[in-house]
């Protein structure tokens, strides 16, 4: 059997495999990894989220183990654009894998002056506006509402030729309107699903185990959930969808592809295995070889109700 | 820093609730330094679920202990892991202890189960013949005294102090290090710390006040282990620091407590 055939359309950008690293769990370039994996058979990085100035996060403890998931509370810790292009581009302008840069703002302007400025370097194949972020004051404020959510894919938007995907926060009423609204200003892809907001208590000291009191959960715990929205948004939206939430597995980024996703994004899995993707990306095409698959675009999608 | 396969070759209940484990990992333990830190998979289902830090015990060759106190979950499902089995290694991780440069005399301070990463430390130290090492090593009580037996074979003075006074004075191991400091003079050692935060501050104060170099090994949940989540930050005079790719060794003085 010829070799199957694992590339994905995001909008204009062509993946060699679905297998994306998602934002805040590799790096800002992943050159922290470098000595681990091989960098270049992922099909995308997507780096941690950059914001115009410097941040410098939020307190510690950051982040806490709960049942089969983690808590994090970064507060998007990054030195800001400008530092990003100057010291983390060049590395991954080496890599031979495409490159998503996550960005995130506290207003409409933010994230149209950011989209601007990447749309000026070569390197940068894609954007991911992140407007889900629960640890970050007003992170998560514009995926509540359509509305928001399209004003600020609409200035991205305007603000850039690069193909956009809208990463959406679980923490809604109904994620599919909001996803449907990012297609109708104009996003190419949508992401889903971000942490959902969880906390933990230390009931000796009767305080939260997190400095910033709260943090979004993700992991395996989640991962149904993320599974069932990604499932019933992907019967609304037109644009792909990329899924995340607590994908371990081979068969994990198989259940979202089944369910609608076109790509998948794999987060906690780089803390618990370095080597998780890589395996990821070599049992989907077992898996594909053993089903007679050619083309992974046949299975998004493709569950039987 | 690599992920490897380790193979345990043997694993055993030393004290109550304190194990140890000795770990065959060439690509690791070749690389390892004292200080450094690895992680391991305690275990392939989704619970526990991040990987575990550790402290390098003993390095030798090809291999290297690990001696882990049972806390939880992750160490829980380590005791019941045999000679002969794998292990999920990464390592080694974040920055050894600096050389004590030049310096003559050093003190290790060492508090409960963060004694671990210092018997390391005093094996390589100790390939100076010159060097005048002592080690204090604090503990909750008698049950709990960890490596005493170890540093006084290598023919270390080691003193010990116990909250209960179950063994050796009933002080801090800090108590211990002011009172050495004070008692030998002209006496300007480096000084390494690991235990818990209270112990580091107290020996951060000792330090300050006389002027001395003084080194801590500092402990938070780790997730990554290398720098990519940003998750096990801490505070230092020059912002936010990450223990696993900065540390897990400070200069104390650069703390903020």
């Known amino acids: 059997m010829v070799k199957p055939d694992l590339k994905v359309r995001i909008g204009a950008l062509e993946l060699k495999n679905p297998v994306t690293m998602a934002s805040g769990t590799f790096g800002s370039s992943g050159e922290e990894y470098k000595g681990l994996i091989d960098l270049n058979k992922l099909g995308a990085i997507i780096t941690k989220s950059i914001t115009l100035k410097a941040r410098e996060g939020n307190p510690p403890p950051r982040l806490v183990e709960t049942p089969s998931g983690m808590l994090n509370s970064i507060g998007i810790q990054n030195d800001g654009v400008d530092s990003f292009i100057k010291d983390k581009l060049p590395f991954l302008a080496k890599l031979r894998t495409a490159v998503i840069v996550s960005i995130a703002g506290h207003c409409v302007e933010d994230y149209a002056r950011l989209a601007a400025k990447l749309d000026k370097v070569k390197r940068v194949d894609a954007i991911e506006v992140n407007i889900s972020c629960p640890n970050v004051e007003g992170g998560l404020e514009f995926s509540k509402e359509p509305g928001s959510a399209a004003v600020v894919v609409e200035a991205v938007r305007k603000s850039t030729g690069k193909p956009v995907i809208t990463k959406l926060s679980p923490n809604v009423k109904d994620i599919s309107e909001i996803a449907l609204a990012a297609q109708e200003a104009g996003t190419d892809a949508v992401s889903l699903v971000n942490t959902f907001t969880g906390m933990a208590i230390d009931i000796d000291s009767r305080m939260p185990v997190?400095?910033?009191?709260?943090?979004?959960?993700?992991?395996?715990a989640i991962?149904?959930?993320?599974?069932?929205?990604?499932?019933?948004?992907?019967?609304?939206?037109?644009?792909?969808?990329?899924?995340?939430?607590?994908?371990?597995d081979y068969k994990d980024a198989l259940e979202f592809i089944i369910a609608g996703a076109s790509a998948v994004q794999v987060g906690t899995a780089n803390f618990v295995n370095p080597s998780a993707a890589i395996e990821i990306i070599g049992g989907i095409e077992k898996y594909m070889r053993g089903k007679k698959i050619r083309k992974i675009k046949e299975l998004t999608g493709c569950l039987k109700t | 820093m690599k992920q490897a396969k380790g193979r345990i070759l043997s694993n055993k209940e030393v004290k109550p609730g304190y194990y140890l484990m000795a770990i065959k990992c060439p690509p690791v333990a070749r690389a390892a330094k004292p200080g450094q830190f690895l992680t391991i998979r305690c275990g392939n289902a989704t619970e526990p679920l991040l990987r575990r830090p550790f402290g390098f015990h003993r390095i030798s060759g090809d291999a290297f202990y690990v001696l882990y106190k049972v806390l939880g979950k992750g160490t829980r499902a380590l005791t019941s892991m045999r000679a002969g089995d794998n292990i999920d290694i990464l390592g080694p991780l974040g920055n050894g202890f600096p050389e004590p440069k030049g310096k003559k005399d050093i003190v290790i301070v060492a508090g409960g189960i963060g004694v671990a990463p210092l018997a390391a430390l005093a094996e390589e130290l100790?390939?100076?013949?010159?060097?005048?090492?002592s080690v204090i090593i604090g503990a909750r009580d008698r049950k709990s005294l960890l490596c005493r037996e170890h540093f006084e074979g290598l023919g270390i003075k080691t003193m010990v102090a116990t909250d209960d006074g179950s063994c050796g004075k009933k002080c801090f191991a800090s108590d211990v290090l002011e009172e050495l400091i004070a008692v030998r003079r002209p006496f300007i050692p480096v000084i390494y710390a690991c235990g818990p935060g209270p112990m580091i501050k107290a020996v951060a104060h000792v330090a300050k006040k006389r002027g001395l170099e003084a080194y801590g090994s500092f402990e938070e949940y780790i997730a990554c282990g290398?720098?990519?989540?940003?998750?096990?930050?801490?505070?230092?005079?020059?912002?936010?620091?990450?223990?696993?790719?900065?540390?897990?060794?400070?200069?104390?003085?650069?703390?903020?407590?």
Do not use: H, Q
């Open chain 1, 210 to 220: 997190l400095g910033n009191i709260v943090g979004g959960l993700s992991g395996p």
């Open chain 1, 223 to 248: 991962k149904p959930v993320a599974l069932r929205m990604v499932w019933e948004t992907s019967k609304k939206v037109k644009v792909p969808i990329i899924g995340i939430g607590g994908i371990m």
């Open chain 2, 226 to 257: 290398v720098g990519a989540c940003l998750g096990c930050a801490i505070k230092t005079k020059s912002g936010y620091k990450l223990v696993c790719k900065d540390g897990p060794v400070f200069n104390l003085k650069e703390m903020i407590w």
């Open chain 2, 126 to 133: 100790l390939k100076d013949r010159k060097r005048d090492i």
